[in-house]
Every structure is written in C-alpha cells, then in structure tokens.
C-alpha cells in the first residue's frame, strides 16, 4: 500500500524526473573526471541508466594492493572480483559522492594506478 501510494503521489514523475537529471549531470561529472585524470591508465564504459562505472584496469595493477592503498588514503573502491567478475576491474558509484569528491577520489587513484606502473 505505501508503494501504491508513492506512485500515485501527484509529484512522483516530477521527483523522478529530478532524480535522472541530477544522476546524469553526476554520470557526466564522473566521466569528464575520468577523462582528466586516467586516460592512458584505464578504460570505462559509458553508463546509461544505474549509478556505477566500470574501469578495466592493466594487467600489471593488482587489484588487492590497489584496494588497500585506495583505503589508506581515504578512496573506497570496489574491485569487480566482489561482484562475482574475473576481471580486473573497478565499479565506481558516482550516485553519492559529489562530482567534486569524485574527481579527487579518481586522482587519488590515478596516483594509485601510475605507482604500481612504475
């Protein structure tokens, strides 16, 4: 009954509507934040509906030493193995944090990401 009720509520295309716009000017934010700060270093795709990214990271980035320096510095990421994926990547959420937050998390991780490169 309260989801019913929530759906009928005379404002709730407006709220949704709201809602998608301000979840892609994040989605927008967090990919111009990729762009600046790791391309060369990683691959992403272009979502088009939910609140995360994926970034393929090298073959030489280990994914477990990356979490834990990511950690340390205040940066949480979530490697792609806690989804059930083999592959080396990251899912960034960009629904929360705001674009300015997001963009330094993505130089902490660039940094991050160029260390173990080296």
């Known amino acids: 009954m309260t989801l019913t009720a929530l759906f009928r509520a ?21 990919l111009a934040a990729l762009t600046a700060e ?10 088009t509906g939910g609140f995360y990214i994926w970034v393929q990271l090298p073959a030489q980035v280990e994914l477990n030493r990356l979490f834990q320096a990511a950690l340390q510095a205040g940066v949480l990421i979530n490697p792609g193995t806690v989804y059930g994926t083999t ?17 330094q998390g993505v130089r902490v991780l660039a940094r991050l990401i160029q260390d173990q490169l080296r």
């Not at 790791?38 to 979502?47: I, Q, S, V």
């Not at 080396?88 to 997001?102: I, N, V």
């Open 87 to 103: 592959e080396r990547a990251l899912r960034l959420s960009y629904a929360y944090a705001t674009p300015a937050d997001f963009r």
């Open 10 to 30: 005379p404002d709730f295309d407006a709220a949704q509507t709201t809602l998608r716009d301000r979840l892609r000017e994040r989605r927008d934010a967090a």
């Open 38 to 47: 790791l391309t060369g270093l990683a691959t992403w795709n272009r979502p």
